[in-house]
């Protein structure tokens, strides 16, 4: 099974693919902007040396190879990912301050994914989705 993991908040995405692959057999990529890495979190993925416009579309056209996609609080990409490919599963993965408040206002985006992952408890309030399920952070 190939996992394309669309940005890596905190080296999240590099940690899951990595451990995914080792553990299951997966094949996963990981995908970020060099631009938003200035620690070097990407240890497992690749850092693209672009602009936002042109990283989304590479997002969008690399997604057609992989069997699910896993977008890491990068939510603007999911409604162009579900209408290119309405049949692939698309998780979502919050991490804190990206929806922490925000639920109701991201409600066209999350809506759109087909599972909904958060990773700190703090951002659960009466307008989070019943859907969403608690996975902390790999530590």
Same mark, same amino acid.
């Given at each position: 099974?190939?996992? =394309? +993991?669309?940005?890596?908040?905190?080296? %999240? $995405?590099?940690?899951?693919?990595?451990?995914?692959?080792?553990?299951?057999?997966?094949? !996963? =990529?990981? %995908? +970020? #902007? #060099? $631009?938003?890495?200035?620690?070097?979190?990407?240890?497992?993925?690749?850092?693209?040396?672009?602009?936002?416009?042109?990283? $989304?579309?590479?997002?969008?056209? =690399?997604?057609?190879?992989?069997?699910?996609? +896993?977008? +890491?609080?990068?939510?603007? =990409?999911?409604?162009?990912?579900?209408?290119?490919?309405?049949?692939?599963?698309? /998780?979502?993965?919050?991490?804190? !301050?990206?929806?922490?408040?925000?639920?109701?206002?991201?409600?066209? #985006?999350?809506?759109?994914?087909? $599972?909904?992952?958060? !990773?700190?408890?703090? %951002?659960?309030?009466?307008?989070?989705?019943?859907?969403?399920?608690? !996975?902390?952070?790999? /530590?």
């Amino acid at each position: 099974m190939r996992i =394309l +993991h669309i940005w890596n908040t905190a080296g %999240v $995405a590099s940690v899951i693919a990595k451990f995914m692959d080792r553990l299951f057999g997966t094949k !996963s =990529l990981v %995908v +970020h #902007r #060099r $631009a938003f890495d200035p620690f070097g979190v990407t240890t497992y993925g690749e850092l693209w040396d672009c602009g936002a416009k042109t990283f $989304a579309l590479k997002c969008l056209v =690399l997604a057609r190879k992989f069997d699910i996609i +896993h977008i +890491h609080s990068f939510d603007k =990409l999911i409604p162009y990912l579900k209408f290119l490919y309405p049949n692939k599963p698309i /998780v979502l993965h919050y991490h804190g !301050s990206d929806i922490r408040g925000k639920w109701l206002q991201k409600e066209k #985006r999350w809506s759109k994914a087909d $599972a909904i992952l958060y !990773s700190t408890q703090d %951002v659960v309030n009466e307008e989070t989705p019943k859907i969403a399920i608690y !996975s902390p952070n790999p /530590v």
